[in-house]
């Protein structure tokens, strides 16, 4: 820093003629430069400034956490990739047109209940004896017509088996697997009544 002060300290003012040619010079120059600048270089230019306006300022490294996208028959499908930020993708739902309740629980643990009245059977039920025990038990529920998983991180919503002032209740369980990462738990609230908010309890495994 010394240094740096010291050298400033030498250059000497300018006097007010070498400040006018200075002035003199510039403008020339300016003058100079647009003689040659041509209009493809002017759109170049005006290509690279909207370019720049419009990238982004941070530049994603993987998946995003949550997708949901609509299609042309009005199915709505949810990509889960992490379970992250429930209150987000609820209101992408919201955004869709679908009233959700979206809970992302740990391994081996669930929502205790009774949280909320279902419109099928009872939510806090005893659990299934299997997989044909559950789909004898639900055959016919709407919930289960409304959201189903298509695919390891996806799940289908099909809005036409959803009620007016429905809400879908979703509660998402790590699985701690990568090739079945999460498991879902999908149930309709009868309309105009509340959803409580999910306290973790130890589940079935």
């Known amino acids: 820093m010394d240094a740096l002060k010291t050298m400033w300290e030498t250059v000497p003012p300018a006097t007010p003629d070498d400040l006018a040619g200075a002035r003199r010079r510039l403008l020339a120059g300016m003058h100079t430069r647009r003689r040659v600048v041509t209009a493809p270089r002017l759109l170049v230019a005006a290509g690279v400034a909207a370019a720049a306006a419009t990238a982004p300022l941070i530049i994603a490294t993987g998946p995003p956490a949550y997708a949901v996208t609509k299609g042309p028959d009005g199915t709505i499908t949810v990509t889960v990739n992490e379970l992250r930020d429930p209150q ?78 429905e809400t879908l209740v979703l509660e998402f369980r790590d699985n701690h697997n990568a090739t079945r990462p999460w498991q879902l738990g999908a149930w309709l609230a009868q309309a105009g009544t509340p959803v409580k908010p999910c306290t973790p309890v130890e589940g079935d495994n």
Request: overall charge positive; glycine content about 10%.
């Open 88 to 165: 987000g993708l609820q209101k992408e739902l919201g955004e869709a047109g679908i009233k959700a309740d979206v809970t992302f629980l740990a391994q081996r643990m669930r929502c205790a209940s009774p949280r909320f009245a279902s419109v099928d059977g009872a939510y806090d039920g005893p659990p299934a004896a299997g997989s044909e025990d559950l789909k004898a038990r639900t055959k016919g529920w709407r919930s289960v017509k409304a959201a189903q998983v298509i695919s390891v991180r996806e799940i289908g919503i099909h809005p036409e088996y959803i009620k007016t002032d």
